[in-house]
């Protein structure tokens, strides 16, 4: 959604993003500070400690926040999604692992990111689905003596992704046509 050139627009124009924030962020597939931490009216978008993990995670370069133009000056920070569920892939790592931010990191760096990208690319097909949010493997990965790899490490990153889609409800949210 953001990469289009309307997108960059409604960064820059602060009535046009005034706009936009007026979206449910599942539809429009950013988040704002607010939403991503549950502050205010909102409800935490990432289960876990996401206040922690944003600081780290975008020092080493793992996220990147957006910036909108807001309407009485300044900026505010932005969120893509994909970029929050890394966030809560991150947080899920450090549930079962007790790891560090950046052991987690350089963890779920080792095969390139392949599992998790393609955790992230399919993030969609999960809108709407029931399921048991991988609770099989998550009772099958707590006390692990070391970190999931592989296989493994893919279908963990699946079932973040998984549950983040499922409890976060996209299936109840229509999107407007200009966001298509």
Request: charged share 25%.
């Amino acid at each position: 959604m953001l990469s289009s050139s309307r997108a960059e627009f409604a960064l820059r124009d602060p009535s046009a993003l005034s706009a936009l924030l007026s979206y449910d962020w599942r539809a429009r597939q950013f988040l704002t500070d607010a939403e991503l931490l549950g502050e205010g009216r909102y409800a935490p978008a990432v289960e876990g400690d996401a206040a922690g993990l944003i600081r780290p995670l975008h020092r080493q370069g793992f996220i990147k926040p957006l910036h909108g133009v807001r309407p009485h000056g300044g900026r505010m920070r932005l969120w893509r999604l994909e970029d929050v569920l890394k966030i809560q892939i991150v947080s899920d790592l450090r549930q079962i692992s007790d790891m560090s931010v950046n052991a987690c990191m350089r963890h779920l760096r080792q095969d390139e990111g392949q599992a998790m990208n393609a955790a992230l690319a399919s993030w969609r097909d999960h809108a709407g689905a029931p399921g048991d949010h991988c609770a099989r493997l998550r009772l099958r990965l707590e006390g692990l003596p070391s970190l999931p790899e592989g296989e493994v490490l893919a279908e963990f990153a699946h079932c973040c992704v998984a549950r983040f889609v499922h409890r976060n409800r996209f299936d109840v949210v229509e999107r407007p046509a200009f966001l298509a």
